[in-house]
């Protein structure tokens, strides 16, 4: 790396300000922290970065909910395609899901998804372990496991948990992540519906009540523990009524704040994920609580699989197509447009993209742009319209549902631990060398 870079007149989001300052930052390419932020820094021997001179500098995003899918389904997702599929989004760190083949829930497995990791990731990373009946006080003291997850419902990968209530999470200093869906409901609801021959089927499965009544369970268990909770992936809007002050924090993803089950007409099955799609009057409750900053962090539990394996066959109909939706690439911009076109600020939008995340995680020296702080950033030009294609698919799976989708910024650069990253270079990337470290977080 050696010496210094120099961005110079960018339009920089500080903390705790409402309003973007035109300023310099000074990079130290070597440790990866930013050095100092003013105006008219003079360094004789640094690289000065003029080209982004009046974009908006953001930190850079932390996404803490993805699939990554290795070990295990190496043909949908790897970390060198999810890491760029990362940066060219503005995202510098991710955390990882644990229901790999093999799930990570002991040593052994966890073991190897880092040596997985280590060789090819790109951004810096954090790894969820997966909650069993007996792993508990394991999870709680490995150090390389950053949060818990647990699977209130069936998912991709068998770690449905069930008698939730006789475990005692009071202990934790970790954060506990719930999927939270009622797999009773869903199984009641899989016997009326019969052949899931239709999309929307899924999302009457799956259904808003299934959603609302784990989420609920889930608040009990905090008032008569008092853990430290976190619930996955809110895609109702009673849910968030529910959550918003009772002491347990949540995300939400992209997909269930902008679509819904009308995207079923034309991608189909390519729109099936867990929890599904909801009905556009909810959806349109959930881009009213964006607007309203009531939504705490975006998580867009980018979650790939091949295309072979979200295909309906009729002639194989027991054989049902997956859940999942690759959304890296697209999920960040879905937020930064509402920001372009007034409806949230930029102070919210590096809140709920950056710096709650990293709170709420206990990601150190990341999340703020800031002196000492790691230089993870994203450059974005709020002025750039762009439609998505296939160009601008980095995922290894091939595929988006959201083809087509118009959006009007685009991140142009990302800087993970100081090193640059221009997106409409990234393709040519793909077997790059690992020249800046990346850091577990």
């Keep these: 790396m050696n010496g210094y870079a120099l961005l110079q007149s960018v339009k920089a989001v500080l903390p705790d300000k409402n309003n973007p300052e035109e300023i310099d930052i000074l990079v130290n390419k070597d440790t990866g922290l930013i050095e100092k932020i003013s105006r008219n820094i003079v360094v004789g021997d640094a690289e000065k970065i003029s080209r982004y001179k009046g974009l908006h500098v953001l930190p850079g995003f932390i996404d803490p909910h993805v699939h990554f899918r290795i070990p295990g389904k190496p043909e949908a997702e790897d970390w060198k395609h999810g890491s760029l599929a990362a940066i060219s989004a503005g995202v510098t760190t991710v955390l990882d899901m644990p229901n790999n083949n093999p799930p990570v829930t002991d040593e052994k497995s966890l073991k190897l998804k880092l040596n997985c990791i280590e060789k090819e990731s790109l951004v810096n990373f954090g790894v969820f372990g997966g909650l069993t009946r007996h792993n508990l006080e394991y999870l709680l003291q490995e150090k390389n496991i950053k949060a818990i997850k647990v699977y209130l419902a069936s998912t991709t990968g068998d770690m449905l948990i069930e008698n939730i209530d006789n475990i005692d999470f009071s202990k934790s200093l970790k954060v506990i992540c719930f999927h939270a869906e009622d797999e009773i409901i869903i199984q009641n609801n899989v016997r009326k519906t019969g052949l899931l021959n239709d999309p929307l089927l899924h999302s009457q499965i799956r259904s808003e009540e299934a959603a609302v009544k784990a989420t609920q369970h889930v608040i009990h ?114 937020i930064l447009n509402e920001t372009a076109n007034g409806k949230i600020s930029l102070e919210y939008t590096t809140r709920i993209l950056s710096s709650n995340a990293a709170k709420r995680f ?80």
């Design 362 to 441: 206990h990601i150190q020296k990341r999340g703020l742009i800031e002196e000492g702080y790691y230089a993870d950033l994203a450059v974005v030009d709020f002025n750039n319209q762009w439609t998505f294609s296939p160009k601008n698919i980095q995922s290894k799976c091939g595929w988006s549902p959201f083809m087509d989708f118009v959006f009007k910024t685009k991140v142009v650069a990302t800087f993970v631990n100081g090193r640059e990253f221009i997106i409409e270079n990234l393709k040519s990337k793909l077997n790059m060398e690992k020249t800046n470290p990346i850091y577990q977080v």
């Design 221 to 334: 268990l905090y008032k008569k523990t008092n853990g430290n909770f976190h619930v996955a992936h809110v895609s109702t809007a009673d849910e968030i009524v529910l959550l918003q002050n009772a002491g347990v924090s949540f995300e939400c993803a992209p997909h269930h704040i902008f679509c819904n089950t009308d995207n079923y007409k034309n991608g189909g099955f390519l729109w099936k994920c867990n929890p599904p799609l909801r009905s556009p009057a909810t959806q349109s409750q959930m881009r009213n609580f964006l607007h309203e900053e009531r939504i705490q962090m975006i998580a867009t539990d980018h979650a790939p699989h091949t295309l072979q394996d979200k295909q309906f066959d009729k002639n194989h109909a027991e054989k049902v197509p997956v859940s999942g939706i690759p959304s890296l690439e697209a999920g960040t911009h879905l």
